[in-house]
């Protein structure tokens, strides 16, 4: 039997559509069991794209690893559906069962978001919980993932479970797994998971387990309060939240100066922002009508991630009708946390590295002593500066926040890809909240004084060097060019960047004293540039993370000094492309 051309092996074929069919006649959704029908009957028909299509969704099982689940939407053990959140759950059940031992009752809290299906997974975990006769807390509604991370924390949970697909696009969804309770170490509490535990728990997953063998109760879980009710959630959360900007006496008569415009992105951070902004004293908030309320179909973004381009013009836009002072636009599960200023008669959006400088130096002045500041190692290496110029110590760590919210002793941590941790007693994640607050605290004392976000960031250039960063990404429909592009590097690293000689190449796959093996190439020149060269972890991408710094021996230099140190970057850039793309 051939698809127009193609060569199909009838056996093959057979045990495909078997496959499929015994995976549409145990579904408990009848959209995707419909939707799997469908194309059953399609490929019965000669339909070669639906052939294609089918073969996909049955190539495999979708992995379970650290960054839990995330995928399309759809019918199938290699989407996100029903049957796989279920026998996800049957696993960490499992997982959370081998630890208790008998010993205890393991205690598990579920948040979702406002994507598909996100609170019917959520549900389907929660039976699948209480049936292991645990105890469960359900959120009462779409919140933000750290209202989430924070429950874990605030409830001694031995787990958290956060359905969310963060800024992917509408049709993905995903599945994300804290920790906590008597599974792990204080730094770990209310963390996302790392190795082995993911590793355990994905051996525990019966990735062939019929449903209708999963213990599933329809009831016997606590749904947390809800809005306006006595022990709401989400304002227990902000309440948590708000002395972070209140170590002396309060500034409502500063912050209420402050013009701020915020952008939900269409995610479920819109409401929580808004209070945490309001109940922090800052009463000239205007919100981004369009992208305020939750919309799983993100209609005015084509990505709904505050870093695309495009993304936040509808911010800038209201920001210049309103005359604001300060832009704030987390991501749809509100975990991240974008900004815009006004710099030199422009609207910009900050970098995500200028944002950890600004909320690591802010943080830094009012931290007990012995608390460190951290960033993962492809952020700026400005925070180390700041770190050291505030008598503290500093730690990189691998890229990825549950690495960083698990250093020992840990005050601010955040990573380039706008991510900030500014109260890990708290929230031990990436938080898009809090960072918010605190960064319009900063944005209003700078105002009060006469000064601005932009005049801040000199300041930091002008005492520690001018730091650029940027990013060059090449994407890959042959996965194979991009270990062979590593193994280049490895091998043949260039000579020189940026018309300056490459004075030290270091391979990370072997690890260092302070970080595990991971796979990553680090170049720097004597110039004191610095490249790191690593794969994607989540996309067809090689992605080069740069930067350089110019040190600055006059505050009037400031400006010039970035100017160089721009163009410096823009070159190494333009290098490292014709590098990496040369046959």
């Known amino acids: ?271 929580t922002m808004r209070q945490a902004l309001l109940n922090a004293g800052f009463t000239d908030v205007h919100m981004v009508a369009e992208q305020e309320h939750p919309d799983p179909l993100f209609p005015t973004v084509k990505f709904p991630n505050p870093e695309e381009p495009g993304a936040i013009d509808l911010s800038l836009e209201l920001a210049r009708t309103v005359g604001a002072d300060l832009v704030i636009a987390n991501d749809p599960d509100a975990d991240r946390c974008a900004a815009a200023i006004l710099d030199n008669g422009s609207w910009r959006m900050l970098r995500g590295d200028e944002v950890g400088w600004l909320l690591g130096d802010q943080v830094s002045k009012t931290l ?63 938080d898009g909240i809090s960072a918010g607050i605190v960064l319009a605290d900063l944005a209003a004392q700078l105002k009060a004084a006469g000064s601005t976000i932009a005049g801040r960031l000199d300041e930091l250039a002008a005492k520690h060097g001018v730091h650029v960063t940027d990013q060059l990404s090449l994407r890959f429909t042959d996965l194979a060019q991009i270990p062979a592009l590593m193994d280049k590097i490895r091998n043949d690293a260039p000579a020189t960047l940026g018309g300056s000689e490459v004075s030290e190449v270091t391979d990370l796959s072997q690890g260092t004293e302070k970080l595990p093996a991971t796979n990553a190439m680090v170049l720097h020149t004597f110039c004191g540039s610095r490249v790191i060269v690593r794969p994607s972890g989540t996309e067809p991408k090689l992605k080069c993370y740069l930067e350089t710094i110019e040190p600055v021996d006059d505050p009037a230099e400031v400006p010039e000094a970035r100017q160089r140190a721009t163009a410096k970057v823009q070159a190494i850039k333009e290098e490292l492309a014709a590098y990496l793309n040369a046959n």
């Not at 989407?79 to 008998?102: D, P, Q, W, Y």
């Not at 009710?229 to 939240?241: N, Q």
């Not at 007990?368 to 400005?382: C, Y």
Request: net charge negative; with cysteine; hydrophobic share 45%.
């Open 1 to 271: 039997m051939s698809f127009e051309g193609k060569s199909v092996n009838h056996t093959q074929k057979i045990q495909l559509l078997d496959a499929a069919g015994q995976w549409a006649a145990q579904d408990p959704d009848s959209q995707t069991q419909e939707e799997l029908q469908l194309l059953i009957q399609r490929v019965n028909d000669g339909d070669a794209l639906a052939f294609e299509d089918i073969s996909d969704r049955f190539s495999g099982v979708l992995e379970f690893g650290t960054a839990g689940l995330r995928a399309e939407l759809g019918a199938g053990p290699m989407r996100m559906n029903r049957v796989v959140v279920m026998r996800t759950a049957a696993g960490i059940a499992r997982f959370l069962a081998e630890k208790a031992n008998g010993e205890y009752t393991p205690k598990v809290v579920i948040g979702f978001d406002a994507r598909f299906n996100s609170d019917v997974f959520a549900k389907d975990s929660a039976g699948v919980f209480a049936a292991a006769g645990f105890e469960v807390l359900l959120m009462p509604s779409a919140l933000p993932a750290p209202v989430l991370a924070w429950a874990v924390r605030e409830f001694s949970a031995e787990a958290g479970v956060m359905v969310t697909a963060s800024h992917n696009p509408p049709r993905d969804n995903g599945y994300k797994v804290y920790v906590g309770g008597k599974i792990t170490d204080e730094s770990g509490r209310g963390a996302q998971i790392v190795s082995p535990i993911d590793a355990q728990i994905a051996s525990l997953i019966d990735y062939g387990q019929p449903v209708a063998q999963i213990p599933r109760a329809e009831n016997g879980w606590k749904v947390l309060p809800a809005a306006g009710a006595e022990g709401d959630i989400e304002a227990a959360y902000l309440a948590s939240i708000r002395p972070i900007i209140d170590a002396g006496q309060p500034q409502d008569s500063v912050r209420k100066n402050l013009r701020i415009v915020v952008s939900a992105m269409h995610g479920v951070g819109g409401h």
């Open 368 to 430: 007990p002593e012995g608390k460190k500041l951290a960033n993962s190692i492809v952020s700026s290496r400005m925070l180390a500066a700041i770190a050291k110029d505030a008598g503290r110590e500093h730690e990189e760590t691998l890229t990825g926040f549950k690495w960083i919210s698990r250093v020992e002793d840990l005050g601010f941590g955040y990573e380039e890809a706008l991510g900030y941790c500014v109260a890990p007693d708290l929230v031990r994640d990436k």
